[in-house]
């Protein structure tokens, strides 16, 4: 007699419970507690994300659904609204290593090598695919670039509407990237924090009743798609967690988390806690960077700001995840820092010429403040690192287009080879 296990088909979810006072509620399209207004967060059956082996996951499509019984939605792959993102690579990356003083394994995980090349990719297509199980029929956002791209791609592929809003001033490599996928693309004149302001007063009107805002009405489902990336990290590793992570922040939502994807890995039993802990460090850049100086000011109360500098992707003043990044950065004993724009330049380039990775703004700002935890002592050099780099060089090309061109112009000749001393 042979005995098969069939992935599981129900949502190990539980509830929605709030992060601030611990209320709960019933699994639906809301994001604000009803009794404090605190942000809400999906809670799982313990049992039922038990019941996952590391046989099923390895055993699972090569995508973040290898991971859909530790997700809220996805377990039927008919019910998918997605590109299958994910399993994006984890680079060896000793050469960057040696340059920011590193003594110890560093790896870059890759997301730029999504479909819409970000990371994104997982977030959207956990929270669509939520969103349809809910009855939601048209798909929106509101976004500072690259939500916007990954929206309108799953739109397209889904043959649903769109809608998505971003501030009028992006970088036309996140522009063009949206609007050829179709749908209704609205430039706003304003910051991030007024587009979704907006999106907050739009999901409230009868009209877009029909209508799931990703990181919106929809925002719990959707932040849990974040933590594939912690899932897969660990996999890749052989089922280890990193002793140190240095990621990236706009609302702080994904910092918090890979730190749960971890919490969780070891809580059901699929990795063993490592002996010293894992650290987290967040990442912004000098031109909005109100989480990790509230951090270096001792305190969890985030001043808003109003951002400027070229990594518009992380450019949300006002972070909604900001106190929880707080927390775990403190809990875990890592750090926060930020890097300015000609940091965030030269971090791209050195990103590139040690890795052969070409990130954007945000993957500049990452591997920046890795440099700059390590000479400051906050990052131990003996321990091994991961730093995520969350999207992609060809979208924000102007970010070093000045800085960066043919080493030689010549003639098509060898005297012109020559003149410019290529023959020696
Ligand atoms: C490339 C990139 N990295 C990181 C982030 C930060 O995400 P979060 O808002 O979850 O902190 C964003 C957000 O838009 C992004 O576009
Ligand atoms: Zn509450």
Known sequence: MTSTVDAPTHSPARALVCRG??????????????????PLEVAYHQAALALVTRADIESGPQNI?????????????????????????????????AAVGLDAPLW??????????????????????????????????????????????????????????????????????????????????????????????????????????????????????????????????????????????ASGELLTKIDKAFSELVEIGLVEAPAEGWKVFGAQSAGCNPIAVALHKGTDQI??????????????????????????????????????????REGIQLLARTTGVFAETAGGVTVAVLKKLLASGKLDPARETVVFNTGEGLKTLDAVADQVGPSHRIKPSLRGARDAGLLG
């Open 21 to 38: 006072c611990g209320a709960e509620f019933p699994l639906a399209a809301q994001h604000a507690c009803f009794e404090c207004f605190g």
């Open 108 to 249: 870059v995980k890759d997301d730029s090598a999504n479909p819409t090349h970000s990371f994104k990719d997982r977030v959207v297509s956990v929270a669509l695919t939520a969103a349809r199980g809910l009855g939601f029929t048209r798909f929106a956002c509101a976004s500072t670039g690259n939500l916007a791209n990954s929206v309108a791609a799953h739109a397209a592929r889904a043959g649903a509407p769109s809608v998505v809003f971003i501030p009028s001033d992006l970088e036309p490599g996140k522009i063009v990237t949206t609007a050829v996928y179709g749908g209704e693309l609205v430039a706003i004149d304003g910051s991030y924090d007024d587009v979704n302001r907006l999106c907050g007063e739009l999901v409230e009107t009868d009209e877009f009743e029909d209508t799931a805002f990703v990181n919106v009405n929809v925002r719990p489902f959707y932040a849990e798609g974040s933590k594939t990336l912690g899932f897969e990290v660990a996999e890749q590793l052989g089922w280890r967690i990193p002793a140190q992570v240095v990621i990236p922040m």
């Open 65 to 97: 659904w290898r991971y859909a019984g530790l997700l809220p939605a996805g377990q039927d792959a008919a019910t998918r609204v997605t590109l299958d993102p994910g399993l994006t690579p984890l680079i060896s990356a000793p050469a960057l290593a």
């Open 303 to 344: 001043v808003p700001v109003k951002p400027t500098g070229i990594a518009k992707s992380l450019n949300i003043g006002d972070p909604a995840a900001g106190v929880y990044a707080i927390e775990a950065v403190q809990r875990t004993g890592g750090w926060m820092d930020y890097a300015d724009d000609d940091e965030i």
